[in-house]
């Protein structure tokens, strides 16, 4: 697997033990079982046409987080319905 320079950068601060990882918090915890949850709560089928590009974009970016490219759409979706996902402004 070929890593960028930021990848570098952060496996060799890993490695030489300049950072650590750390267990996920209560809350945090609760969060991840809360949104697990919710996933296998879906209960709404969609289709819906999406340019190619863009579609693979989607799913190059759910291939490096390591998740079903509906999963990430869903979550996506999601997020700007409850206000997470916000529009850049232009300029």
């Known amino acids: 697997m070929k890593l960028d320079?930021?990848?570098?950068?952060?496996?060799?601060?890993?490695?030489?033990?300049?950072i650590k990882t750390k267990a996920p918090s209560?809350?945090?915890?609760k969060e991840i079982k809360k949104a697990?949850?919710?996933?296998?709560?879906?209960d709404c089928r969609i289709t819906i046409r999406l340019y190619e590009h863009d579609l693979k974009g989607i799913q190059k970016k759910a291939m490096e987080l390591g998740i079903p490219y509906?999963?990430?759409?869903?979550?996506?979706?999601h997020r700007y319905v409850e206000g997470d996902l916000v529009e850049k402004k232009a300029g």
Request: aromatic residues 6%; neutral net charge; hydrophobic residues 35%.
């Open 5 to 18: 320079k930021e990848e570098k950068d952060i496996l060799s601060a890993y490695e030489s033990g300049s």
């Open 26 to 29: 209560k809350k945090e915890l």
């Open 36 to 42: 697990a949850e919710n996933t296998f709560k879906k």
């Open 70 to 77: 509906q999963t990430l759409i869903s979550a996506m979706i």
